[in-house]
């Protein structure tokens, strides 16, 4: 207490000392502005890649089951190939465990097995892998799991020319990803139409100017676009026409909620190989994000994607599994306890050489920007660490000059008995209240800050005649939520920098001799 008092009177401004409170007044003030743009960046910084992961977890999920090669090699995979029950076709995931048979072959009606072909061995791996999901469930009823698959076609869309009225066409060899119903964040990435979204046939679904997308229950008339009853997915068909969610960017092509288009992909037969179409319409958009294969992926009915792998089984080019399953969690940072849960059921149902767990951080077309954000995350805590020491190093200055102010009362105390530690603790717990003090100001100012970042920004947009931040990339708005990471290594690092800096002068202090000081008063 004794220490403390004496920092506590050393701090306080005083007429006859203006000099040093000016000083003094710098240092909190240059300290507080580099807290203040600390905080502004690193909380910008990090709300920014929570968005990216949102979307990325939102369009697939924190946790995937993918097959292995011994799953493709294995008996039940290979012997719908044969079998009549399952037409003579390999199945999906989905369709192995809505099937009510995992053994389809029957010896009466189906060829006979060739004497090469894997053994039939223990339990259906599908069956048995969505048994264990649903067991974990039940511990966890936050969890949610469905399967999924990935094929490929050429989307073309029929547009109409705004100038002439004249058709046009938009061809683009897309991926197209089944639909999820049981996806809880799919409504956090889809794009709410308005009235100009949408087809000028489809004008007379808007009420009061709104694009209704949100029910508690199922619509006797269903709108043409995408919408949701009590959480839950719904594309709407009309016509016959297969609905089709697409990536926000063709929207800048004209495409619009209610163009007609279609999917071709091309089907095997005994002779030849011929074109097959399925006639599609739009009904919404989503937000992609940034990942580099989200502006071609196209969100279906499942219905399409099977239809597409029973013709020809889809490969993709970065190596991500076309067929699998999504376990969704409410919070992603549970995603690598969970698969080690979701690895250590499937290690002891003897499935785990059939599927292999991964978190988002180890998908094919995330993992590289995955490492690149923790690398920037420690690049800019390190600038950041950087920057608070040179501002800190202001606290040397101003407790130099207070040493020097106040040489005969530190004599004094030491003639009295102060020891060398209480004398340096002095100064150094001037440092520390120092960058307290700058710590809350800083905070304080980038809260207020925060909560006017929109204001800020269109500012900053104003002066250079064009958006301040692309929205490709940042989105409609920067994210104006404090990070408490931020937060917590500022409320510990600048005290403790400022401490550190105030140890210098603190053992000048303590190294004052009385006698000398004394004698020259």
């Known amino acids: 207490m004794f220490e403390l008092s004496l920092a506590y009177k050393y701090l306080v401004p005083k007429k006859k000392s203006l000099s040093t409170a000016l000083i003094s007044l710098m240092s909190v003030l240059v300290i507080s502005l580099v807290v203040w743009l600390v905080l502004i960046f690193l909380s910008v910084i990090s709300g920014i890649e929570k968005n990216w992961l949102q979307k990325l977890t939102s369009l697939h999920a924190p946790v995937r089951l993918s097959p292995t090669e011994k799953y493709y090699n294995s008996y039940y995979y290979q012997i719908d190939a044969l079998a009549s029950n399952s037409n003579y076709t390999l199945k999906t995931i989905g369709e192995k465990y809505q099937s009510p048979l995992s053994d389809p072959y029957s010896t009466d009606l189906d060829a006979e097995i060739p004497p090469y072909w894997p053994k039939k061995t223990g339990e259906d791996p599908v069956k048995e892998a969505f048994n264990e999901l649903a067991d974990l469930k039940k511990e966890h009823p936050e969890i949610l799991f469905q399967d999924y698959e990935i094929s490929g076609a050429l989307l073309r869309l029929n547009l109409m020319s705004p100038a002439d009225g004249a058709p046009s066409f938009l061809s683009q060899m897309s991926y197209l990803l089944s639909l999820t119903e049981q996806n809880p964040k799919l409504r956090s990435i889809l794009i709410e139409p308005t009235p100009n979204d949408l087809d000028s046939s489809l004008k007379k679904f808007v009420e009061n100017g709104v694009c209704r997308i949100d029910f508690e229950s199922e619509p006797e008339t269903p709108p043409p676009w995408v919408y949701f009853v009590k959480g839950e997915c719904r594309l709407p068909q009309r016509e016959n026409r297969t609905p089709v969610l697409l990536p926000k960017n063709y929207k800048e092509g004209g495409v619009r909620i209610g163009t007609l288009g279609s999917l071709n992909y091309m089907a095997s037969s005994a002779a030849s190989s011929q074109e097959q179409k399925i006639d599609v319409r739009i009904v919404g958009f989503y937000d992609p994000g940034v990942l580099s294969i989200g502006n071609k992926c196209a969100i279906v009915p499942v219905e399409t994607t099977r239809a597409i792998h029973a013709a020809n089984r889809t490969f993709s080019p970065d190596g991500t599994p076309t067929n699998g399953i999504f376990v969704w969690t409410d919070n992603l940072t549970d995603a690598a306890l969970l698969k080690k849960e979701i690895e250590s059921r499937l290690e002891k149902a003897e499935l785990s050489s059939y599927w292999k767990a991964a978190t988002f951080e180890e998908f094919e077309f995330s993992k590289d920007l995955m490492l690149q954000f923790r690398s920037d995350r420690t690049l800019f805590l390190l600038i950041a660490a950087i920057i608070l020491i040179v501002a800190c190093s202001n606290v040397i200055s101003l407790l130099v000059l207070l040493?020097?102010?106040?040489?005969?009362?530190?004599?004094?105390l030491q003639s009295m008995g102060a020891s060398f530690k209480s004398i340096a603790s002095i100064f150094g717990i001037c440092g520390a209240l120092m960058g307290a003090l700058s710590c809350l100001?800083?905070?304080?100012?980038?809260?207020?800050?925060?909560?006017?970042?929109?204001?800020?920004?269109?500012?900053?947009?104003?002066?250079?005649?064009?958006?301040?931040?692309?929205?490709?990339?940042?989105?409609?708005?920067?994210?104006?939520?404090?990070?408490?990471e931020a937060l917590l290594f500022v409320l510990i690092a600048t005290p403790l920098l400022s401490f550190a800096a105030g140890l210098i002068p603190a053992i000048k202090a303590s190294r004052i001799r009385p006698s000398c000081v004394l004698r020259s008063e």
């Open 441 to 484: 100001l800083g905070s304080l100012l980038a809260l207020f800050t925060l909560r006017h970042l929109d204001s800020l920004v269109s500012f900053l947009s104003y002066i250079q005649g064009r958006s301040a931040f692309n929205p490709a990339f940042f989105g409609k708005a920067l994210p104006n939520e404090l990070s408490y």
């Open 403 to 412: 040493v020097n102010d106040k040489k005969k009362e530190i004599a004094i």
